[in-house]
């Protein structure tokens, strides 16, 4: 079964056509948590881009994103200056975190998503564990999809080891950065 306008229907997951979707920044949240004190710092990225592209498989698809480190916002400017500074993003010189998946797997209902993700020049592997919303149209006809990813990450794998020692050898900020994306994208003519 084909749609001549936009490509061929998958058969894992029903209406979900082959082509290329890119992502909806306004009805996007790509965002992180982590530990400061004795409570948890939310955050989120501005400025983002990027494409899922369908293939006739699932398991054959692929996605990239790149994110603008310098909009990073915690609803603190000072914070913000310092995430954008040396001591943890270096925004200047490194002003990209790139994410390009490497495989997509079914577990259950839902998929992992595998893919090297850089920030300040260093690469690494992680897992995305994906929940797939559905597929829709949008208000101008457009086919749209849906989902929610999350991975847990150490910063200090990334180069991102900046902290304050605290008394009774504790540390200010956590390494462990939970990731969360609610993402939807729209396929393009």
Do not use: C
């Not at 965002?31 to 899922?52: A, C, D, N, Y």
């Not at 260093?122 to 597929?135: D, H, N, S």
Request: no cysteine; glycine share 8%.
């Amino acid at each position: 079964m084909s749609d001549t306008t936009t490509g061929t229907v998958t058969s894992s997951i029903p209406g979900l056509v082959s082509g290329t979707y890119a992502l909806d920044t306004a009805h996007s949240e790509v965002g992180f948590t982590v530990r400061h004190l004795m409570t948890k710092v939310r955050g989120t990225f501005q400025e983002f881009s990027g494409e899922i592209v369908v293939k006739d498989t699932i398991e054959e698809s692929t996605t990239s994103v790149e994110i603008e480190l310098a909009s990073v916002h915690t609803r603190s400017e000072q914070r913000d200056g310092h995430l954008r500074s040396g001591d943890f993003f270096d925004a200047e010189n490194s002003p990209k975190m790139t994410f390009v998946s490497t495989a997509i797997k079914p577990e259950g209902d839902d998929y992992i998503l595998a893919g090297e993700l850089t920030i300040k020049d260093v690469t690494k592997p992680i897992e995305l564990a994906v929940e797939f919303l559905g597929v829709d149209q949008n208000a101008y006809g457009q086919t749209i999809i849906g989902f929610e990813a999350s991975a847990q990450i150490s910063r200090k794998e990334w180069g991102i080891d900046f902290n304050v020692p605290l008394e009774g050898g504790k540390l200010l900020i956590g390494d462990k950065v939970d990731i969360h994306l609610d993402v939807q994208a729209a396929l393009q003519a």
